[in-house]
Nanobody, 124 residues
């Protein structure tokens, strides 16, 4: 089992940047595909980005491609989400998720473990 804790959320103006971190407990972090999802008020949780276990492959939602970058440091049990050129429509609670598999999925149902989420608010 793994526990996830996000940090780095906050309020930022449109066009600004933020970096989210998610630190995992346990000693098998490298066994998990790691993903970021987000949920805006009144909307369903949606995929943002995911990275393979060895940081060889990453996937992005079309809405964030070219602006967000996912990365991981297996030695520090941490996954990051660098968010640039933020837009008001990026406002949401962002969740870190772990999937005990080698296959990246873009749906929330495929992830076994979740953090509690961190709020990102982008003002216009």
């Amino acid at each position: 089992q793994v526990q996830l804790a996000e940090s780095g959320g906050g309020l930022v103006q449109a066009g600004g940047s933020l970096r989210l971190s998610c630190t995992a407990s346990g000693r098998t972090f490298s066994s998990y595909v790691m993903g970021w999802f987000r949920q805006a008020p009144g909307k369903e949780r949606e995929f943002v980005a995911a990275v393979s276990r060895s940081y060889g492959i990453s996937k992005y939602a079309d809405s964030v491609k070219g602006r967000f970058t996912i990365s991981r440091d297996n030695a520090k049990n941490t996954v990051f989400l660098q968010m640039n050129s933020l837009k008001p429509e990026d406002t949401a609670v962002y969740y870190c998720a772990a999937r005990e598999s080698s296959i990246i999925l873009l749906v929330s149902g495929g992830y076994n473990y979740w953090g509690q989420g961190t709020q990102i608010t982008v003002s216009s």
